[in-house]
């Protein structure tokens, strides 16, 4: 698959049944469960878990979701969605960019952007990231 940016993390998705909607193709809100899926599926790969992110009292909070819908998926198509740390501040913030491809035309059904501001746990309060994460999202960071 051909991708807008290099090395991205890559999941595969087989399109349920029990995601489809009354308009008969993939309802809205599984694109956003998808995001969230390979967002995890990376820093997990990364070594950043939520195990991890509880020890450390911090998390990335969706600040923001850039949505854009090109094209409809249905029932029984094979997908890919890529995602890349494409902004880290080293403050406060984190961009992951995404792009869901259908595998069998390559067509780009989905492209995203979300911004994530780090938080305590405990107090849902702004914190800044700890070094840990500046490390390591950092050092998977591609310049767009």
């Known amino acids: 698959m051909e991708w807008a940016l290099p090395d991205p993390f890559v999941i595969d998705i087989h399109v349920s049944e029990a995601a489809i909607d009354d308009y008969q193709h993939v309802n809205n809100s599984e694109y956003l469960r998808w995001v969230e899926q390979v967002s995890w599926a990376h820093s ?39 995602t890349w740390v494409v902004a880290c501040d080293g403050r406060f913030s984190l961009t992951r960019r995404f792009e869901l491809k259908r595998v069998r035309d390559a067509k780009m059904l989905f492209q995203a952007r979300t911004r994530f501001a780090c938080i305590a746990l405990s107090s849902g309060r702004p914190k800044r990231l700890p070094e840990e ?12």
Do not use: M
């Open 44 to 82: 997990e790969a990364l070594g950043l878990s939520i195990e991890r992110y509880r020890e450390l009292d911090r998390a990335l909070a969706i600040h923001r979701h850039e949505l854009d819908y090109l094209a409809p998926a249905f029932a029984g198509d094979e997908l890919q969605l890529a």
């Open 133 to 144: 994460y500046q490390r390591i999202y950092g050092g998977a960071l591609i310049t767009e």
